[in-house]
């Protein structure tokens, strides 16, 4: 999920529905409401978001300092201007990227998943494999690999998976899940939703690898155990 942070509505609105065009989950906020929701949300709601892109919203610096206490997740701002100056502040206040106005979605996702694989080089690794080695899952939007051969996965259930897998040996609930692929901090869980994708998405990797990599457990959520 990305959070697009801007005091211009039309612009919010205008990134959310370029995000969702692309199968992601993305949310808009107003700039002068952005850090009290940063300090009222709950960590593990916030560990469900991939990237920042934070637009004209006055603080940039500010902003960038706050979301760096709480989340690792890309931080990309959004300049209307070529500023030298303005850029080279930025990045001295930690954002990761900075690009010029416009710019496509495609070209955000793509800024932040290449920032990410960097910082998983002296991390993690890039992709999550299980215990034998043989389902593969990828943290850059490509479809999961079992036995080398790519397993195709509509993006909900490819985004489901990516997310416990990102959360390997960890239990999450329901309402963690529907919030990291939905994008929706606020509304209420459909639990029946997220119910059908991960019961189709545990059918198919049942189908190929011979057992569930996935453990639910009844009331409480799911866990990635390889």
């Known amino acids: 999920m990305y959070i697009v942070v801007d005091e211009r509505e039309s612009v919010t609105e205008q990134y959310v529905a370029g995000f969702t065009a692309e199968g992601v989950a993305a949310r808009g906020l107003f700039a002068e ?4 929701w940063l300090s009222e949300t709950p960590a593990q709601d916030l560990a469900a978001v991939t990237g920042f892109v934070l637009g004209d919203c006055g603080d940039r610096p500010g902003a960038t300092q706050s979301i ?25 206040a930690g954002i990761d990227d900075v690009v010029r106005k416009p710019v ?47 397993l195709l ?11 416990l897998a990102r959360n390997r040996g960890r239990q999450v609930t329901k309402g963690q899940i529907f919030a990291a692929v939905y994008g929706d901090l606020e509304t209420a869980c459909e639990e ?35």
């Open 104 to 150: 496509h979605v495609r070209e955000i996702i793509a800024r932040a998943t290449a920032i990410r694989r960097r910082v998983s080089r002296g991390a993690t690794p890039a992709t999550t494999p299980d215990r034998a080695g043989r389902l593969v899952v990828h943290a850059d939007g490509r479809d999961p690999e079992i036995d080398g051969q790519s």
């Open 68 to 92: 760096r206490s709480l989340s690792q997740a890309p931080i990309i701002a959004l300049n209307e201007t070529r500023s030298l100056e303005q850029t080279l502040a930025l990045f001295t």
């Open 192 to 226: 029946s939703v997220v119910e059908g994708h991960i019961s189709k998405l545990r059918k198919k990797l049942r189908a190929r690898l011979g057992h569930d990599p996935i453990e639910a457990k009844r009331l409480a959520g799911y866990t990635f155990v390889g």
């Open 153 to 163: 996965l509509p993006r909900r259930e490819r985004h489901i998976l990516e997310y």
């Open 33 to 36: 409401s952005f850090q009290s």
